[in-house]
């Protein structure tokens, strides 16, 4: 469902005139990572995420 959601959203971009598109996803964001794949995008090598670690 994300993926064709965020196809159409992109069909909408480009329909309204806009010719380049960028997504950003954090390291641990696995399936949306996915989701851009299936759709195209490509792996930036410098996409750096930083996580502050959480203490309980």
Do not use: C, D
Not at 14 to 24: D, L
Not at 32 to 41: A, D, E, F, H, I
């Amino acid at each position: 469902m994300a993926t064709a959601l965020k196809a159409q959203a992109l069909e909408a971009a480009q329909q309204a005139g806009f010719r380049r598109a960028s997504a950003g996803g954090a390291a641990a964001n696995i399936p949306m990572l996915r989701v851009n794949t299936r759709l195209g995008y490509q792996l930036e090598p410098m996409w750096l995420t930083w996580e502050r670690p959480t203490h309980s």
